[in-house]
């Protein structure tokens, strides 16, 4: 579990360590969503050069297979800005509250990285 200290204000923050873990969880939740959204696109992009090829045989499996891709982009998307939303609620009331100065700001995004790190959803720079 991560430990927080925040010098300026000299205080452990359970809540903040909380926040941090929530987020991160968060967080991996969209870089999946993301890594799926590619995936989803490189399919799309295939059954449409597909269906340029005019291959009639082909062509009704690769209009309901372009069906089927079109309702898994618009669950994509709606999770995908579900997710967005709460991750922003959850950054503005962190930003507005508890992160005030650019020190706190800076200390968090540091242990943000790592938590992201230590999940396997960001890669070590």
Do not use: P, Y
């Not at 452990?12 to 590619?38: G, K, P």
């Not at 291959?55 to 997710?83: F, P, R």
């Not at 962190?94 to 968090?108: G, N, P, R, Y």
């Amino acid at each position: 579990m991560l430990l927080l200290t925040f010098n300026s204000c000299g205080i452990h923050n359970d809540n903040l360590t909380q926040s941090i873990n929530q987020l991160a969880d968060l967080e991996c939740r969209a870089i999946n969503l993301r890594e799926q959204r590619f995936s989803l696109a490189n399919k799309l992009r295939f059954a449409e050069d597909s269906l340029r090829l005019k291959n009639t045989s082909t062509g009704l499996e690769v209009n309901q297979n372009m069906v089927a891709l079109q309702l898994q982009k618009d669950s994509l998307l709606k999770n995908s800005i579900a997710l967005a939303d709460s991750i922003k609620i959850i950054m503005e009331d962190l930003f507005a509250k508890k992160l005030t100065t650019d020190k706190s700001k800076k200390e968090f995004n540091q242990e943000l990285n790592k938590a992201l790190i230590k999940k396997g959803c960001l890669v070590n720079r």
